[in-house]
């Protein structure tokens, strides 16, 4: 069979294949399982070999719980093909007893996760170097993933060409980090990084995060339209950590434009760039909320940025962070800088509460932050939770 030929396996109660893992085995190079959702699949865990393969959940959105099983001692699915596409899966549980055991082991190159909710693992998703490789991740809850080391995460991406981490909410993790990846270019545009306050209930339990974003290979970053949220107890006191491990020499470039960043904390550094990285950061049009240094970085460009200790949100507890009227706020950024790399900084969507996004108002003038006058946010949060 070629890949003009490909076929849909239908996995579930009743379809042709009784679980997805069942399905992952026959499927060839182009095919496409549907598995049926409003199941749980308990214990199916597995090696997917296809490559080119695409993975959804139909009517309903699959449950995929590990159940105490792994497959070859490292997470519920091992990605081995390459150019895999997922969409729409629920995947928790998992644990090996190397306590690293992930919902999503990336093995093959280039994958895509979009639509999904992984939480309760020991990693969301672990993939390892493979300089060919780019991933995608969006419209993702990635929620209470850890094992509570300090070095297990939401999401780890290796030393990979590229990870573009969009329309994202990644919250809650296990003392490890929210986000953190060794990708050379890294693409960290509206997504939502937090985690419960106290009296708070969400999709998943509260965390005791570290970095809510860490890219410690240095890199080119493009970190835009973000909402980057420190709860006032947390292992780390900074947000956004870059080249805390390595530098990528005439790589290195950060971009940090139209974020929204808050610390609830007692203090903070709210982007804290190594001082192996010669190359001076850009930061524009930020909104920095809460105590703490903006950047330790003493060389960085800073343009039109505004912090204070406290910022008056429309309504903070629904997720409505659009600042109230505010001159140094409203209309007060400046046009983002055109970088070498020809990349356009303007901001043109927002995050949307949950995993989601809306387009940003076109503006003349842009607002500082995240969130531009005139538009709104909306939280929607799955059946059986409740709003903070």
Not at 165 to 187: E, I, P, Q, W
Request: hydrophobic share 35%.
């Amino acid at each position: 069979m070629t890949e003009t030929q490909a076929a849909v396996l239908a996995a579930g109660p009743g379809k042709t294949y009784a679980t997805p893992c069942a399905a992952f085995a026959a499927a060839r190079a182009g095919d496409t399982v549907e598995i049926e959702g409003a199941n749980t699949y308990s214990g199916n865990v597995c090696y997917i070999a296809a490559s080119n393969l695409t993975i959804r959940g139909v009517r309903g959105r699959p449950k995929i719980d590990a159940a105490g099983q792994n497959a070859q001692g490292k997470a519920v699915w091992v990605i081995g093909g390459s150019n895999v596409i997922v969409d729409n899966v629920e995947i928790y549980g998992a644990k090996v007893p190397d306590h690293n055991g992930a919902a999503f082991r990336i093995e093959g190159t280039n994958f895509t996760l979009r639509n999904s909710f992984i939480h309760d693992n020991e990693n969301g998703i672990l993939c390892g170097a493979n300089a060919n490789s780019n991933i995608v991740l969006e419209n993702n809850d990635f929620g209470h993933n850890g094992d509570g080391s300090g070095q297990t995460h939401n999401v780890y991406i290796g030393a990979i060409a590229s990870l573009v981490f969009r329309y994202n909410y990644s919250h809650d993790a296990v003392v490890g980090h929210n986000l953190k990846s060794r990708a050379l270019v890294n693409t960290v545009v509206y997504n939502r990084f937090s985690t419960l306050g106290p009296t708070e209930q969400g999709t998943t339990a509260a965390g005791r995060p570290s970095y809510e974003m860490d890219l410690p290979n240095g890199g080119t970053a493009y970190v835009i339209g973000n909402v980057i949220q420190q709860p006032a107890a947390y292992e780390n006191s900074t947000l956004l950590s870059y080249g805390a491990e390595a530098s990528a020499g005439a790589a290195d470039a950060l971009y940090v434009v139209n974020n929204t960043f808050i610390n609830d904390g007692a203090n903070a550094v709210f982007i804290n760039v190594n001082s192996r990285i010669t190359k001076p950061a850009h930061i524009q049009n930020n909104l920095f909320a809460g105590r703490g240094v903006l950047t330790n970085q003493a060389s960085a460009t800073l343009q039109t940025n505004y912090k204070a200790d406290q910022v008056a949100f429309v309504n903070r507890a629904e997720y409505d962070l659009h600042p109230l009227t505010n001159p140094q706020i409203t209309g007060a950024g400046s046009e983002p800088i055109v970088p070498p790399t020809g990349v356009a900084l303007r901001p043109v969507m927002e995050y949307k509460h949950t995993a989601s996004s809306s387009p940003r108002p076109v503006a003349v003038k842009l607002d500082i932050g995240a969130y531009q006058s005139g538009s709104t946010t909306v939280t929607l949060l799955p059946a059986g939770s409740r709003k903070p």
